[in-house]
């Protein structure tokens, strides 16, 4: 069982299509990550945020997490070729050390 | 290029074989975390070493096993493979081990057990 689950866990759209995927847990994290994994490569980092309800946006993309800090969103506007990749949510528990788990991942492919 | 390195990057080998996998970590990061990924488990936190001394441990199992040196550099040594251990391997690392901080990772070392 997954501590963090995340859905779908494959999408396959049109270039310029809207899409959003979900990151949702049954625990509270301090903290909640997003990742984009290409192949051949390990997970790049894209955005932390750490406040309930927080939203963040990177150019396309935004973040959003959950009031409760358990669940997370990302959504893409207009979705390019070059957005195809796995994005891994991950969260984060303090106190000591930092504690990072990671969900299953999303595997999305914007096609031409 | 997120500055940590990993060799090698492809390993092929049999079971019951035992194996090293290589991190160099970022210039200047003192942590280096180990993870495992695979197809129906995802990425799965192994064990995090912090300036030399072992941090946190994860989902590593008894026959995994970890160091980090005194150039900060690791290793993750497995033994006595199965074929369930065929996965990519990760080593991240960061600046500090117990605030938030962010992870880089490495490119992965896929292991292949026949």
Do not use: M
Not at chain 1, 31 to 47: I, K
Request: include cysteine; aromatic fraction near 10%.
């Amino acid at each position: 069982t997954q501590l963090l689950e995340q859905s779908p866990q494959f999408l396959s759209i049109q270039e310029g299509e809207n899409l959003t995927v979900y990151c949702n847990s049954s625990s509270v994290f301090s903290s909640l990550q997003w990742y984009r994994q290409e192949p051949g490569e390990g997970p790049v980092l894209l955005v932390t945020v750490v406040t309930g309800g927080e939203v963040k946006k990177l150019k396309r993309l935004t973040f959003q997490f959950g009031d409760a800090r358990k669940d997370s969103s990302l959504h893409i506007t207009a979705a390019q070729p070059g957005d195809t990749g796995l994005y891994l949510c991950a969260g984060v528990r303090s106190g000591g050390y930092q504690k990072v788990t990671f969900g299953i991942g999303t595997k999305l492919q914007v096609i031409p | 290029d997120s500055g940590v390195t990993q060799t090698p990057k492809h390993l092929i080998t049999a079971t019951g074989q035992r194996v090293t996998l290589r991190c160099s970590p970022r210039s200047g990061d003192l942590s280096v975390y180990w993870y495992q990924q695979s197809l129906d488990q995802g990425l799965q936190f192994l064990i995090q070493y912090y300036n030399g001394e072992e941090r946190a441990k994860g989902n590593i199992l008894e026959r995994f096993s970890a160091q980090q040196f005194p150039d900060l550099h690791s290793e993750l040594n497995l033994s006595s493979l199965e074929l369930g251990d065929s996965a990519l391997y990760f080593c991240a690392s960061s600046v500090a081990g117990g605030s938030i901080s962010e992870q880089f990772f490495g490119p992965g070392t896929r292991l292949t057990v026949l």
